[in-house]
């Protein structure tokens, strides 16, 4: 009878370190996840920069006119961008 009693005392424990050990690993799956996203989006920020080669454009401000011949002085006036 006293076998029982230790056989039934000691699968207790070993099946609360199993769940333990199991919500470890989904949290570090969480973290790594979030993780690889934090890294991704650095990256898509990194490449949004480099498609301008460094350089910031300013386009100056222009009028808000509807008149045709303003929006092509605003138009002349503007820099080409170069990509």
Same mark, same amino acid.
């Given at each position: 009878m006293n076998t029982n009693n230790?056989?039934?005392s000691t699968i207790g424990p070993i099946i609360g370190s199993l769940i333990v050990v199991v919500v470890l690993i *989904? =949290? =570090? %799956?969480?973290?790594?996840?979030?993780? %690889?996203?934090?890294?991704e989006k650095r990256q898509a920020e990194i490449d949004r920069a480099? =498609?301008?080669n460094g350089q910031? @454009? +300013? @386009?100056p +401000?222009?009028?808000?006119?509807?008149n045709p011949v303003d *929006?092509?002085?605003? %138009?002349n006036a503007t820099p080409p961008i170069h990509y």
């Amino acid at each position: 009878m006293n076998t029982n009693n230790q056989t039934t005392s000691t699968i207790g424990p070993i099946i609360g370190s199993l769940i333990v050990v199991v919500v470890l690993i *989904i =949290a =570090a %799956l969480y973290v790594w996840s979030q993780h %690889l996203a934090t890294e991704e989006k650095r990256q898509a920020e990194i490449d949004r920069a480099n =498609a301008t080669n460094g350089q910031v @454009i +300013i @386009i100056p +401000i222009h009028s808000t006119s509807t008149n045709p011949v303003d *929006i092509q002085k605003d %138009l002349n006036a503007t820099p080409p961008i170069h990509y």
